[in-house]
């Protein structure tokens, strides 16, 4: 079954003149396994693509579909059980809650699903340890760089057994050898059969994906490919 589907997916912001086209008409599927990277300049609908993808905005037209479920069909609580249990999303914010300590930040997802505190706590220094974090466990955001914190809300996106983890440059804060390792991790959990998608400026992450597809202007170009053709379609807008 397909993870994520966006069918014919407009989003369009204000009214009259002062409109703005954030998606027009946006088509996508990704499989289970399969880590899609998203470029595009900025303003492009790259971040509008994700908040409809985890449900966190409704498209204007069109629909979106997780695991089958149409989202245009789920109230609030439906929608929040939804992106507890089946979607991970690491946000340019981080959003980490400062009075919380990384593992309680990371075991939040899944305590809110009802999952017992051992048993999330566990799953928590696991996700921790993925990232080579456990040190890290009983540290407030406050008290951490802001790589390290960038990695704890990447551990918080793939705690559980989250089927769709989407993620918005998520190595932005990281260098070169932590942001590897980080990509290595999504790529990892894609192999396992999570589906991924990743929006990112840098070709050589779009390199860990099995395809890349362009955003301009809110409309979408696939690629069949992640370096050559990415790169290609990436000359325009230098």
């Known amino acids: 079954m397909t993870v994520l589907e966006l069918r014919d997916t407009y989003r369009t912001h204000g009214k009259g003149e002062t409109a703005v086209h954030a998606l027009r008409g946006v088509s996508l599927k990704v499989q289970p396994g399969e880590l899609v990277a998203v470029m595009g300049p900025s303003g492009s609908g790259k971040s509008t693509l994700l908040h409809l993808a985890g449900g966190l905005d409704k498209p204007t037209t069109g629909e979106v579909l997780v695991e089958g479920q149409a989202l245009s069909g789920m109230n609030k609580r439906e929608l929040a059980k939804l992106r507890r249990r089946s979607i991970g999303y690491v946000f340019q914010d981080l959003n980490l809650l400062p009075s919380l300590t990384a593992a309680e930040n990371v075991a939040l997802p899944l305590e809110l699903d009802g999952v017992s505190l051992r048993v999330a706590r566990k799953a928590a220094l696991a996700a921790l340890a993925e990232l080579e974090l456990e040190a890290l466990a009983p540290r407030f955001p406050d008290d951490m760089s802001g790589g390290q914190q960038q990695r704890v809300a990447i551990a918080r996106a793939l ?77 325009p807008s230098a």
């Open 159 to 235: 705690v559980g057994e989250r089927r769709l983890v989407l993620a918005d440059e998520p190595t932005g804060a990281l260098d070169s050898t932590t942001g590897e390792a980080v990509l290595r991790v999504l790529r990892g959990r894609c192999d396992a059969g999570a589906a991924g998608v990743l929006v990112t400026h840098e070709a050589r992450h779009a390199a860990w994906a099995d395809r890349v597809v362009f955003l301009r202007d809110g409309l979408m170009v696939d690629a069949s490919g992640p370096l050559p053709a990415a790169e290609t379609l990436l000359e």
